[in-house]
């Protein structure tokens, strides 16, 4: 499985980013989950949203819930993570990435097993 990541900028503090990770080698993805993990700098990696891929379920760490939202382009191949109402504790390394297994909650950064390059999220105050 092989994952790109994009979208990354910088916006000030209220702004929204859409990033965009796009997944090949799906076949072994059909039963498995994609999601979303950051890095802020001197700080460890932190999941944030994820989305199992067949169903469709969501899952967000309390920092993000009600800001960002994660969804699923089954013909693109592609994973998105809309976050509004940014703000500057946001500011991080965003990563994908993705496992072969269903997940039934927000699982830890270790345990994700494909992981895409990072793309920088920089919120300004």
């Known amino acids: 499985v092989q994952l790109q990541a994009s979208g990354g900028g910088s916006v000030q503090a209220g702004g929204s980013l859409t990033l965009s990770c796009e997944v090949s080698g799906r076949t072994s993805m059909m039963n498995g989950a994609v999601g979303w993990i950051r890095q802020a700098p001197g700080k460890e990696r932190e999941s944030v949203a994820a989305?199992?891929?067949?169903?469709?379920?969501?899952f967000y760490s309390d920092s993000v819930k009600g800001r960002f939202t994660i969804s699923r382009d089954n013909g693109r191949n592609t994973v998105y993570l809309q976050m509004n109402s940014l703000k500057p504790e946001d500011t991080a390394v965003y990563y994908c990435?993705?496992?072969?297994?269903?997940?039934?909650?927000?699982?830890?950064?270790?345990?994700?097993?494909?992981w895409g390059q990072g793309t920088q999220v920089t919120v300004s105050s």
């Open positions: 989305i199992n891929w067949s169903g469709g379920r969501l």
């Open positions: 990435a993705a496992r072969n297994n269903r997940i039934v909650v927000l699982m830890a950064p270790e345990t994700w097993s494909y």
